[in-house]
């Protein structure tokens, strides 16, 4: 299944590498993702998971260096059975628990046969529930969606009442079927309608043909400050090309407006409530600030990412871009006549 879906990718030359978090991104209110047995595992789930990070970043590395197919299928082949050998002898304890969130969005790795395990054969019910949560993101960020959404099926139905965080793990399955349904990289963009600062409608689909970058962000937020430069330049970089920034503030109109003005941000925004819990934050599944999502000009999510990545975000900006530039004149000209009548 996993192995099929690797072989595809690597044949249309498909490599999504997720941004990783940035530590200085700012949580909303919601607790970072915990699991059973943290608390008096940390050390051996530390160590595990300090290994375990060494042995992805360096697949990374070496599958970005190495350009032949079939060198590249082998690389995939052979760490994935070193990682899933790793993690094996861990399977059955509390070790294992704290590991599992981290392996959600590994990509093109084969690490169905630890996923499996755990499910199957680790005697604490909480974990084998976090296992199938975990192994169906996995499936998700892997493009194996029916197979995801058959997971959170029987995650809902064998473990929905199961407590996990301050919900159950059958409302946990909601959100995820949610997510890779409506979020995940290569699925259209929801529907987004919102009031920008100056009380204009804004309307996603008015951008189709354009390359849109939304930016959660808050003048709360000292990350999100940090990334005002890197904008400005964007916007210059870009400007007369189709590619459109757009803010998405949590801020209070007037605190908005004042940031605005002194820190000179010139390009659209919405004014999102007042608050983290606005429309569009919550239609976007928003947890963190800043969030970064790149929607390309048919409407596609093409990168999502916590924080500023600049190695992972230019070349989708870039290639995004191109993209539009080389659409049929005729949507471009539509797409000028709608900017200048509006």
Same mark, same amino acid.
């Given at each position: 299944?996993?192995?099929?879906?690797?072989?595809?990718?690597?044949?249309?030359?498909?490599?999504?590498?997720?941004?990783?978090?940035?530590?200085?991104?700012?949580?909303?209110?919601?607790?970072?993702?915990?699991?059973?047995?943290?608390?008096?595992?940390?050390?051996?789930?530390?160590?595990?998971?300090?290994?375990?990070?060494?042995?992805?970043?360096?697949?990374?590395?070496?599958?970005?260096?190495?350009?032949?197919?079939? $060198?590249?299928?082998? &690389?995939?082949? /052979?760490?994935?059975?070193?990682? @899933? =050998?790793?993690?094996?002898?861990?399977? !059955? #304890?509390?070790?294992?628990?704290?590991?599992?969130?981290?392996?959600?969005?590994?990509?093109?790795?084969?690490?169905?046969?630890?996923?499996?395990?755990?499910?199957?054969?680790?005697?604490?019910?909480?974990?084998? $529930?976090?296992?199938? &949560?975990?192994? /169906?993101?996995?499936?998700?960020? @892997? =493009?194996?969606?029916?197979?995801?959404? !058959? #997971?959170?099926?029987?995650?809902?139905?064998?473990?929905?009442?199961?407590?996990?965080?301050?919900?159950?793990?059958?409302?946990?399955?909601?959100?995820?079927?949610?997510?890779?349904?409506?979020?995940?990289?290569?699925?259209?963009?929801?529907?987004?309608?919102?009031?920008?600062?100056?009380?204009?409608?804004?309307?996603?689909?008015?951008?189709?043909?354009?390359?849109?970058?939304?930016?959660?962000?808050?003048?709360?937020?000292?990350?999100?400050?940090?990334?005002?430069?890197?904008?400005?330049?964007?916007?210059?970089?870009?400007?007369?090309?189709?590619?459109?920034?757009?803010?998405?503030?949590?801020?209070?109109?007037?605190?908005?407006?004042?940031?605005?003005?002194?820190?000179?941000?010139?390009?659209?925004?919405?004014?999102?409530?007042?608050?983290?819990?606005?429309?569009?934050?919550?239609?976007?599944?928003?947890?963190?600030?800043?969030?970064?999502?790149?929607?390309?000009?048919?409407?596609?999510?093409?990168?999502?990412?916590?924080?500023?990545?600049?190695?992972?975000?230019?070349?989708?900006?870039?290639?995004?871009?191109?993209?539009?530039?080389?659409?049929?004149?005729?949507?471009?000209?539509?797409?000028?006549?709608?900017?200048?009548?509006?």
């Amino acid at each position: 299944m996993i192995r099929t879906k690797i072989l595809w990718l690597l044949v249309v030359g498909v490599w999504i590498m997720c941004a990783p978090t940035d530590s200085r991104c700012q949580d909303r209110d919601q607790p970072v993702e915990d699991a059973p047995g943290r608390a008096q595992n940390e050390p051996d789930s530390r160590d595990l998971a300090k290994n375990f990070q060494s042995l992805y970043q360096d697949f990374v590395e070496k599958f970005r260096a190495e350009k032949n197919l079939e $060198a590249r299928v082998a &690389l995939i082949k /052979a760490r994935s059975q070193e990682l @899933n =050998q790793l993690l094996s002898k861990h399977c !059955r #304890t509390a070790t294992i628990a704290p590991i599992l969130p981290q392996l959600v969005k590994v990509q093109l790795l084969d690490l169905e046969p630890t996923f499996v395990e755990v499910i199957d054969e680790h005697p604490d019910r909480p974990t084998r $529930a976090l296992a199938l &949560l975990c192994f /169906a993101k996995y499936l998700g960020n @892997n =493009q194996e969606d029916e197979m995801c959404f !058959r #997971t959170l099926a029987y995650l809902k139905k064998n473990h929905g009442t199961v407590k996990y965080q301050n919900t159950t793990f059958g409302k946990a399955a909601d959100e995820a079927f949610y997510f890779i349904r409506n979020l995940a990289i290569g699925r259209p963009a929801p529907a987004t309608v919102g009031e920008d600062v100056d009380g204009q409608l804004f309307k996603l689909s008015d951008y189709k043909g354009k390359v849109v970058m939304l930016r959660f962000w808050g003048n709360w937020c000292p990350a999100c400050r940090q990334m005002f430069p890197f904008e400005q330049d964007l916007v210059s970089k870009y400007r007369n090309q189709p590619f459109a920034l757009v803010g998405v503030n949590s801020d209070s109109l007037e605190e908005c407006k004042r940031a605005q003005r002194h820190s000179n941000l010139t390009w659209r925004t919405i004014w999102d409530g007042g608050n983290t819990r606005g429309p569009v934050s919550m239609i976007y599944r928003i947890e963190q600030w800043p969030t970064i999502i790149v929607i390309d000009a048919k409407g596609v999510i093409r990168y999502r990412a916590q924080g500023l990545a600049e190695a992972q975000l230019l070349p989708v900006l870039e290639r995004c871009i191109a993209e539009a530039k080389s659409q049929p004149t005729a949507v471009r000209e539509q797409q000028t006549e709608l900017e200048t009548t509006n």
